[in-house]
C-alpha cells in the first residue's frame, strides 16, 4: 500500500430512466438522486450473468497477472501489448483478490439458496482451494517484529506493504506495515471462514484484530476520556479513516460470533483515575468487540464526518509535530499520545462505504436507531458527493477513476448493499454500478479485460502499462455483489 501515501491513504437490464432522476430535496446538488427503485429485469438472468463474469474476470487475472509456480503477483498488464509489469502488487492490491473470490463463493452460495445449484456446483470447490492458495502465499508478506505500543511492548507476526522472496521474511518495522492492510485481511479472513467454516481463518483474523486493536490509543484526555483512535500504522501518528473503518463491520462479525458463548479475552487499558497506570483485565469477546466497534464508529464520526456530510481523509495537524513520541513509567516505555487538531485530506469513496457497512451492522447487533439514521443521510450525502450525471456519457452516472480510486468505489458499492435491509433506496446506486459494469464489458472487453474507466474506454492505457490487476478484482467482486443482490431481490 505504499502507493497509497500518493493519494493519502447481466445484461445491460437495469436502466436509470431520465424522468426517475430529478430530485426536489436535493435541488442544487451535481448529480440529482435516482428516486425510484429501479427495477432488476429477470433476476435469475441477470445474476447469471453477474456471476459468470466475475468468474470470468477472476479465472483471467489469476492467469495474466500471477506467476503460477510462485504465485506472485503482477501489478499491471497491458492486454494489447500482452506486457505484464515488472512491479510487484502489495499486499493491499494481492488481498483484493482474496476479496473477489469471498465474493463469487458468497453470490453463488446465495444462488444455491435461491434454488440455480449450476454454478456452485461447477466452482466452488476449487474457488475454496484457491483461496487457499491466495491465503498461502501471503505469506511471502509477513514479516515478525518487536512493537512498542500505548500499553505494552510486544512480538507480532503481521503483513508487510512489500512482497519479499522467502516467507516470513518481509520487513514490517516503521512504516513498513500499515494498520488498514491488516484490517482489510481481517475482513476477507472472516468472509472465508464463514464462506467455509475453516478456523484457522478466524484465529488469523483474531490474532491481526488483536494487533490493530493494540494500535488504539488508549491514552487519556485531560477530561479523563481515551484519546482513541487507530494511526495509520505503528510508524505514523495521523489517525486515518481507512486504518478506522474498515474494522468496525469484523468487530461486529466477532461479536456475533461469540455472542452465545462464554469465551473471554485479555483487555488493556489506562486507568481513568491516574490517567497513566496501564491496567488489564479479562473481558468477554462478544462483549470486547462490539465495544470496540461501536468506539471506532464514534470516533470516526465525530473527527471525520464533514460538512458536506463524507467522511474527510484523516486527523492531522499534529501538535507539536507528527514524529512518534513516547513516555517512559516504572522503567516500562509505552507510546504517548500525539495531539492532532484538524481533519484534513480529500474525502474518497471507501472511508464512506465502511462506515455504511458499519451503521449497517452495527444496527442489526445492537438495534440502535441511530445507525439507521446515519446510514440514510450517509447513502445520500454519499452518492451526491461522487457520483456525476452525463460526464462520460448522458444518463450514467460517473465515479472518480484516478488513482485507486475504482477500487475505493467497490467498497462503496459493498456499503449499498449491506445498507438495503434498513434503507433500500440503496438499491438505485447499485443499478448504477451495474450500467457502468455492463456498458464497459460489452463496449470497451478487450481479450476479457476492462479499462480503468468503464464509461471512456482504455484510452492512454493502450500505450501505457495497462490496467491495475486490483481494478480487475474489483469489477469482479463488483459483478459478484450486484449477482448476489439480484438473487436476494429474487427470494424476497
Known amino acids: 500500500m505504499s502507493l497509497k501515501n500518493i493519494v493519502t491513504c447481466i445484461a445491460s437490464a437495469s ?18 438522486i435516482p428516486t425510484e427503485i429501479s427495477s432488476f429485469d429477470s433476476h435469475q438472468k441477470q445474476s447469471l450473468v453477474n456471476l459468470q463474469r466475475s468468474i470470468d474476470l477472476v479465472d483471467l487475472t489469476i492467469a495474466k497477472y500471477f506467476n503460477p509456480e510462485t504465485f ?6 497491458n492486454p ?7 512491479e510487484r502488487a502489495s499486499v493491499w492490491m494481492y488481498s483484493a483478490g482474496i476479496e473477489a473470490v ?42 515478525t517484529f518487536e512493537l512498542t505500543s500505548y500499553t505494552q511492548t510486544k512480538t507480532w507476526s503481521v503483513y508487510a506493504v512489500d ?58 484526555d485531560e477530561q479523563g476520556n481515551e484519546n482513541g483512535g487507530i494511526p495509520w500504522g505503528p510508524g505514523y501518528t495521523t489517525k486515518h479513516a481507512c486504518s478506522n473503518g474498515p474494522l468496525i463491520s469484523p468487530l461486529v462479525w466477532l ?16 486507568d481513568e483515575k491516574d490517567q497513566k497506570t496501564r491496567r488489564t483485565e479479562k473481558v468477554s469477546k462478544q462483549a470486547y468487540y462490539l465495544n470496540y466497534a461501536k468506539a471506532i464508529y464514534d470516533w470516526q464520526k465525530k473527527h471525520l464526518l464533514n460538512a458536506k456530510g463524507v467522511y474527510t481523509d484523516m486527523m492531522g495537524g499534529c501538535v ?43 444496527f442489526r447487533a445492537t438495534k440502535q436507531a441511530s445507525y439507521v439514521t446515519d446510514a440514510k443521510l450517509l447513502t445520500d450525502k454519499s452518492f451526491l458527493q461522487f457520483a456525476t450525471l452525463g460526464k462520460d456519457l448522458p444518463q450514467y452516472y460517473s465515479f472518480g477513476t484516478d488513482g485507486f480510486k475504482n477500487w475505493f468505489n467497490g467498497i462503496l458499492l459493498r456499503g449499498y448493499h449491506d445498507v438495503i435491509s434498513i434503507d433500500n433506496k440503496a438499491g438505485n446506486y447499485l443499478a448504477a454500478f451495474q450500467k457502468n459494469l455492463d456498458y464497459g464489458y460489452e463496449h470497451f472487453n478487450k481479450d476479457g479485460f476492462l479499462p480503468t474507466n468503464l464509461l471512456a474506454g482504455w484510452q492512454k492505457e493502450k500505450q501505457g502499462q495497462g490496467v491495475e490487476g486490483m481494478f480487475m478484482f474489483t469489477y469482479a467482486a463488483q459483478y459478484a455483489i450486484l449477482g448476489k443482490y439480484s438473487y436476494e431481490v429474487s427470494l424476497k
Open 255 to 270: 461479536h456475533e460470533i461469540y455472542k452465545e458463548k462464554n469465551d473471554q479475552i485479555e483487555h488493556r487499558y489506562i
Open 15 to 32: 436502466v436509470l430512466s431520465g424522468s426517475s432522476l430529478a430530485s426536489p430535496i436535493h435541488p442544487i446538488s451535481k448529480s440529482p
Open 163 to 220: 512482497r519479499v522472496r522467502e516467507k516470513g521474511k518481509a520487513n514490517v518495522s516503521g512504516i513498513l506495515n500499515v494498520y488498514d492492510d491488516q484490517m482489510w485481511l481481517i475482513r476477507e479472513l472472516l468472509d472465508s471462514y464463514k464462506l467455509t467454516g475453516k478456523s484457522t481463518y478466524l484465529q488469523k483474523a483474531e490474532y491481526l484484530t488483536s494487533y490493530v486493536l493494540d494500535g488504539w490509543d488508549v491514552t487519556r
Open 102 to 143: 469471498n465474493a463469487i463463493l458468497s453470490g453463488i452460495k446465495t444462488a444455491k439458496q435461491a434454488g440455480d445449484a449450476t454454478l456452485y456446483d461447477q466452482h466452488y470447490e476449487r474457488y475454496v482451494k484457491l483461496l487457499d492458495k491466495l491465503y498461502e502465499n501471503a505469506d511471502y508478506y509477513l514479516g
Open 320 to 362: 507539536p509535530n507528527c514524529d512518534i513520541r513516547y513516555v517512559t513509567l516504572d522503567g516500562e516505555k509505552y507510546r504517548a499520545n500525539t495531539k492532532l487538531t484538524q481533519a484534513v485530506g480529500e474525502s474518497f469513496t471507501y472511508n464512506s462505504g465502511t462506515m455504511l457497512s458499519g451503521a449497517a451492522d452495527l
Open 80 to 86: 494489447f501489448t500482452e506486457a505484464k509489469s515488472d
Open 72 to 77: 506472485e503477483m503482477r501489478r499491471f498488464y
